[in-house]
């Protein structure tokens, strides 16, 4: 099945003086954004923004499910 491309994208060079962000992430995490932004007729760039821009924070700045997930863990127990 193809997939479409919706135009939504910045125009062309509107995003002069941004910086250039370089991670090494997992293959599947890759192809992952990149089915997201496609389905959402963005670059992958302009999806990484747009899912940063809608994080729920908690006041201390960390998303909603890191807590959750952290919270899940078991405790060590001091020696």
Partial sequence: MAETRLSRR??????VGYPQVNYQIPQDCK?????????????AAEALEAVIEHLE???????????????????QRAS
Avoid at 10 to 15: N, T, W
């Fill in 10 to 15: 910045r125009a062309r060079g509107s995003a």
């Fill in 31 to 43: 192809d992952k954004l990149e089915a997201i932004a496609n389905r959402m007729g963005l670059s």
């Fill in 57 to 75: 924070l908690t006041a201390d700045g960390l998303p909603r499910w890191f807590i959750a997930h952290q919270e899940a863990l078991p405790m």
